[in-house]
């Protein structure tokens, strides 16, 4: 009687501790910390509550079984709780939808800013057409990263001088599903579909020729465009801190996913494995001092594209690629050769 209601005490203390750590958890500023507290917090409830269980089963029971059996299903728990929530989790940690409505309006009130909202089979994709060129030029198609917008995207383009980049090209840029007023909810599977839309749409336009669009990616941005490029004839194709597969992404926040792991890791994006089928010129350009996409990772990649110009950079990280000259300068020599090609 005296071991239950020390079990039962031992319980209530426990609950209360996990219920502590949950306040915490929620109200946490750091994403990261959060995402990954709340996975341990669900593994350690979810394995206290199976072992509380089978001790209260077998209270009765001997010592030796009882504390077997505790054990073991505190154990179980703990891995079915860990590999459910990372599953679960862990994408939450790659997407970050928004909308800036006062970079929105600021593109609106541009003559050269051409509002798209475009009816797809990925649903109604919107985004935004910088004319940054004459009719007819070139138009680059952007994939951006996880936290950004298309709106603020173009406006800070504007506002800090790096539309040189792209001279003599008109931009393309839509919002991933989620983001700004794109329907849907991102995915791998939901950012496949919409590169492949967003790409086709705009070939289909009067004021573009589908021989010479090229496709840039940034980040997250970069699997989709490798994933259009290896699908669709473009002109070019440009890679901004990408990745090999989204297990390099995975294990650039938490370490662990490699072999059996692997299999919790829901955003694969085989970036290396599309790039095998990429025929277009190509541009990598990677950082060794990029904190969240491993340099080792580009340059995987850019070993996978057949016909790749690896340009690796030093001294600034992952946020920080725009504003290198050098990094601007590659894209624009590049960019201005292949389009003379």
């Given at each position: 009687m005296k071991s239950n209601r020390a079990a039962l005490v031992a319980g209530a203390v426990l609950a209360a501790a996990l219920l502590a750590a949950l306040v915490a958890i929620a109200t946490s500023s750091d994403e990261l910390v959060s995402a990954l507290g709340l996975i341990a917090w669900w593994t350690v409830a979810v394995a206290v509550a199976l072992g509380f269980a089978a001790f209260l089963a077998l209270r009765r029971r001997g010592g030796a079984l009882k504390v077997a059996a505790t054990i073991v299903a505190a154990a179980m728990g703990a891995a079915v709780a860990f590999s459910a929530s990372v599953y679960v989790v862990a994408p939450s940690l790659l997407f970050?939808?928004?909308?800036?409505?006062?970079?929105?309006?600021?593109?609106?009130?541009?003559?050269?800013?051409?509002?798209?909202?475009?009816?797809?089979?990925?649903?109604?994709?919107?985004?935004?057409?910088?004319?940054?060129?004459?009719?007819?030029?070139?138009?680059?198609?952007?994939?951006?990263?996880?936290?950004?917008?298309?709106?603020?995207?173009?406006?800070?383009?504007?506002?800090?001088?790096?539309?040189?980049?792209?001279?003599?090209?008109?931009?393309?840029?839509?919002?991933?599903?989620?983001?700004?007023?794109?329907?849907?909810?991102?995915?791998?599977?939901?950012?496949?579909?919409?590169?492949?839309?967003?790409?086709?749409?705009?070939?289909?336009?009067?004021?573009?020729?589908?021989?010479?669009?090229?496709?840039?990616?940034?980040?997250?941005g970069t699997g989709v465009a490798t994933y259009v490029a290896s699908l669709r004839d473009v002109d070019s194709l440009v890679l901004m801190a990408p990745y090999a597969s989204g297990y390099d992404l995975y294990n650039s926040m938490l370490d662990v996913f490699h072999g059996p792991l692997g299999a919790l890791v829901a955003f694969r994006m085989e970036s290396a494995e599309f790039a095998r089928d990429v025929e277009a010129p190509s541009l990598v350009l990677t950082s060794v001092d990029d904190e969240m996409v491993p340099s080792a990772s580009s340059e995987r990649l850019a070993a996978a594209l057949p016909r790749c110009t690896l340009a690796t950079y030093e001294g600034f990280g992952h946020n920080e690629y725009w504003a290198s000259p050098e990094v601007r300068a590659a894209i624009t020599d590049f960019l201005a050769r292949e389009r003379a090609s």
């Open positions: 970050y939808p928004h909308f800036d409505e006062e970079s929105f309006a600021q593109l609106q009130a541009q003559p050269q800013a051409e509002e798209l909202s475009l009816d797809t089979g990925a649903g109604r994709l919107s985004g935004w057409l910088l004319h940054n060129a004459p009719d007819g030029a070139p138009l680059v198609v952007y994939f951006y990263g996880n936290g950004q917008n298309a709106a603020p995207l173009l406006t800070g383009f504007q506002n800090n001088d790096r539309l040189g980049a792209f001279e003599g090209y008109n931009i393309a840029v839509l919002d991933y599903p989620g983001y700004g007023k794109t329907e849907g909810e991102p995915s791998e599977a939901s950012l496949k579909a919409f590169g492949l839309a967003v790409y086709d749409a705009l070939a289909e336009r009067d004021d573009v020729d589908p021989a010479r669009m090229a496709v840039f990616g940034y980040s997250i």
